[in-house]
């Protein structure tokens, strides 16, 4: 016959390929407790018309690890397995008894033996899940639906991961008692599993807090090698560190290892100088490695223990040498239940259920009932009875409110107790409410509780602290706690405690609370706005992408552009008198370097770099002179030429094309040299500038020489203010077209400009300083293209008949 398998609610069997191969593990074992009287049906079951399911160990398959330490095995963990499924049973009897919650409901139950594996109590979590017999529910087709509504269950935490995985899918709730590992209240893992225990997420840190309070800053770690030894611990460390305390070993032991791992545990126990002893350990683990340490009569340290071992009767019955004197911990709130340990001590339900089991019971016990007070009478599992106790009563509550119960229930109401569960909130009937975070963890309550001897054997379990996660903590202090980014000035005349919190100053931060001072960042670095972290500066520099970079770019090509037009225009009537006149070799060389000084302003804008610093300076120093100097040819073009009409004057044979030629060229060789030497001595170069804004850097051009770059600049305005005065001498000299008048109205303009620029751009900030040079040079470029040539196109296109020699000569009178 094929397989089958019952899928849950929703699902499809692919999701359930992963449990089917667990299962088929778990079904091919050889458990041990086969041998030791386990069986395959439920150990505890009755019938009712809303089933729970139970899983617990009620044998231990790791008990032969006992003959290998030569000691008597523990009473079988039949007795504390029996007594978790007894407090299960006593509070079904309750809510079955009683007319206020589930009237008229009877709550039955199966529940199994997982024989302290995580293998069995996967299988047997199917089984549940199937609400079918373990066997049926791997080798047949499901006969029925699943009917158990709920898991309580398991004990550790590893065996509730495994069955929190396996019936996830199906929606089925798991309530553990015991199960205290953070990291099952990951929801997404594990959406279905909840606890009535608090998560280990605060012991590991309350712990530590302990270890601090007392003083202790060296300290061992041991821990069980499982989920909740490990999670559990490496929060303890972390929280640990926090606080200033240092672990000088972390080590883990599992109660299935061999001898020789176990001693040399007890090695580095004796080798290390700290005498605190921090154990996240759970009891069997603990009980191994007890007996061990007897054998070595390890005594004289201070263990630190968490709530699994802590309060456990029989651990502390096995300390026959005392090793454990003195021990603290965090244990879970001692409860008392009205009622609930007369009837686990009242084993005749036992009897009636299961009659190998009730044989095994009273084997177990009566063999280690050596004296009056042992882990079965005691009761040092009340806390942990009334877990089982408080997560039956979530269930019937939840129940309660899904089948609409007032003075009857509606028994047609389909369960699904998945979401409703973990919305329960009670009161139980001692007084204690009952409910769970989103997480499905309770609220955090613990007992600080040292063992203390007594004068007839024993060890008491005396409470000497408690501990609330959820009351706030009374806060008592003269200043605040300073946060980041401010720091402590001690208030005047008052004690230490007292102290302002003044905000760190720009530039500086303090990334710790309560920092006495405040570290000043990188100086490419710059505080931000809470003061507590450094950030990069923003680098500054004139871009093409803003909008002032980009108005200058179209100034400088559009002056480019008309400069262009007017040389096309000048070549096209190169012919004519208005062009020949005052030379007009003259006027092409003018014409293409004020194309290079509109170009030149390019070289400003951008990222400062090694050629562009020294291109910029001598490219505009160079082609102004060179502009200059053809302006200053001109204009003495123009006196000499109304010199050569005095009687007997020579004077244009000395101040011929060549001599003009010459005359350029050797004011533009003397700019030339300036700037060989410039560059050759300390040339301009690339500078992050620091001091013009704090939270910026100014990406600028170093000059390298000031007298270099003044030197240049000094040049160009004698040359300028020489062309202005030799235009100023000939401005009314005759004639109908006097480009000396034109060219002092440039020259006035070009050295105004100039004058301005040197207190703008000394006062001007960062890039701002190399927009007010780009306009410098544009504004005066504009004026000697406008006022020296303007005039002639106009004349040229636009009055044509104007361009003659005798209209220029001034012989005769222009014709309207």
């Not at 054997?457 to 706030?472: C, E, H, K, Q």
């Not at 405040?518 to 923003?538: L, P, T």
């Not at 680098?539 to 400069?563: N, Q």
Request: charged share 20%; with cysteine; aromatic share 12%.
């Amino acid at each position: 016959m094929t397989s089958q398998w019952c899928t849950p609610r929703g699902q499809s069997l692919l999701g359930l390929l992963e449990l089917l191969l667990l299962a088929s593990f778990c079904q091919n074992e050889e458990l041990v407790c086969r041998q030791i009287g386990a069986v395959e049906r439920p150990q505890l079951s009755k019938d009712g018309d809303i089933l729970l399911g139970g899983i617990f160990s009620f044998h231990s398959k790791w008990k032969d690890k006992w003959n290998t330490y030569k000691q008597k095995p523990p009473p079988l963990q039949c007795t504390r397995g029996f007594q978790f499924a007894q407090a299960m049973l006593f509070a079904i009897d309750e809510i079955n008894n009683s007319t206020n919650l589930l009237p008229g409901i009877l709550l039955g139950y199966k529940i199994y033996d997982a024989c302290a594996s995580i293998a069995r109590s996967v299988r047997v979590a199917l089984a549940l899940a199937n609400g079918n017999q373990v066997e049926s529910s791997l080798k047949g087709p499901c006969p029925k639906p699943a009917q158990v509504q709920a898991i309580m269950g398991e004990t550790a935490s590893s065996p509730c991961m495994a069955i929190a995985t396996v019936i996830g899918p199906f929606h089925i709730p798991l309530i553990s008692h015991f199960a205290t590992c953070a990291c099952l209240s990951d929801k997404n893992k594990y959406p279905s599993f909840l606890r009535t225990i608090p998560s280990d997420h605060y012991q590991s840190r309350a712990l530590a807090q302990l270890v601090k309070y007392f003083g202790w800053t060296w300290v061992g770690a041991i821990r069980t090698n499982d989920d909740y030894g490990n999670n559990g611990m490496a929060t303890f460390i972390e929280t640990a560190e926090e606080l200033g305390i240092c672990v000088e070993y972390s080590v883990a032991v599992f109660r299935t290892d061999p001898l020789d791992k176990i001693r040399q545990i007890i090695d580095i126990i004796k080798a290390s100088t700290s005498r605190v002893i921090v154990a996240f350990m759970a009891n069997k683990d603990m009980d191994v490695l007890l007996s061990e340490m007897s054998q070595h009569n390890l005594t004289g340290y201070q263990w630190v223990g968490s709530e699994s071992w802590i309060s456990d009767s029989h651990t502390a019955a096995m300390d026959v040498h005392h090793i454990l004197d003195g021990a603290v911990g965090l244990s879970i709130p001692k409860a008392h239940v009205t009622g609930m340990k007369e009837f686990i001590l009242d084993v005749k339900q036992l009897n009636s259920s299961s009659k190998e089991l009730f044989r095994e019971f009273w084997e177990a016990l009566f063999d280690y009932l050596a004296g009056v007070k042992n882990s079965f009478t005691y009761m040092s599992l009340m806390p942990i009875f009334y877990n089982i106790y408080k997560g039956v009563y979530a269930v019937a509550h939840a129940l309660h409110d899904i089948l609409s119960c007032n003075n009857t229930c509606n028994k047609t109401t389909e369960l699904d107790p998945f979401m409703r569960i973990q919305r329960s909130q009670f009161k139980t009937k001692e007084g204690d409410e009952v409910y769970f975070n989103e997480n499905g963890d309770p609220p955090a309550k613990y007992e600080i509780i040292n063992w203390q001897p007594t004068e007839n054997g024993f060890m008491d379990f005396v409470t000497v602290g408690l501990y609330d996660a959820s009351l706030p903590v009374p806060v008592s202090v003269c200043s605040e706690k300073c946060p980041p980014g401010t720091r402590k000035v001690l208030q005047k005349g008052k004690p230490v405690c007292c102290y302002d919190c003044l905000r760190c100053a720009d530039g500086e931060i303090s990334n710790n609370t309560d920092s006495i001072s405040c570290v000043r960042c990188h100086s490419e670095f710059w505080s931000n706005e809470r003061r507590d972290a450094c950030i990069k500066k923003k680098e500054e520099f004139l871009s093409y992408e803003e909008m002032m970079g980009a108005l200058l770019t179209a100034a400088s090509l559009l002056g480019t552009c008309l400069t262009a037009v007017v040389m096309f225009i000048f070549f096209r009537y190169r012919q004519t008198p208005i062009v020949r006149a005052n030379n007009s070799e003259l006027s092409f060389l003018l014409l293409f370097s004020l194309t290079l000084c509109f170009l030149c302003s390019l070289t400003f804008i951008g990222r400062p770099s090694g050629w562009s610093c020294m291109l910029r300076h001598t490219a505009f120093g160079i082609t102004f002179v060179l502009c200059i100097s053809c302006v200053l040819g001109k204009t003495m073009v123009v006196l000499m030429a109304f010199r050569a009409t005095l009687p007997g004057s020579n004077v244009m044979k000395w101040f011929g094309p060549a001599q003009q030629r010459l005359c350029v060229l050797g004011f533009t060789l003397i700019q030339v040299i300036i700037c060989i030497l410039w560059l050759s001595i300390s040339p301009p170069s690339p500078n992050k500038n620091f001091d013009v804004a704090k939270d910026r850097i100014i990406l600028e051009c170093a000059l390298g020489s000031a007298v270099g770059f003044w030197s240049v600049l000094g040049y160009i305005g004698l040359l300028a203010m020489f062309c202005f005065i030799l235009a100023f001498l000939a401005r009314k000299l005759p004639d109908n077209f006097n480009e000396a008048k034109f060219i002092t109205f440039s020259m006035l303009i070009f050295c105004a400009v100039w004058v301005t620029f040197i207190p703008a751009y000394v006062s001007s900030p960062g890039k701002f300083s190399v927009a007010v040079e780009i306009f410098a040079i544009l504004s005066s470029s504009f004026g000697l293209l406008i006022c020296i040539f303007i005039p002639k196109c106009y004349i040229i296109l636009l009055k044509p008949e104007r361009n003659t020699r005798r209209n220029l000569m001034g012989k005769e009178a222009p014709t309207h």
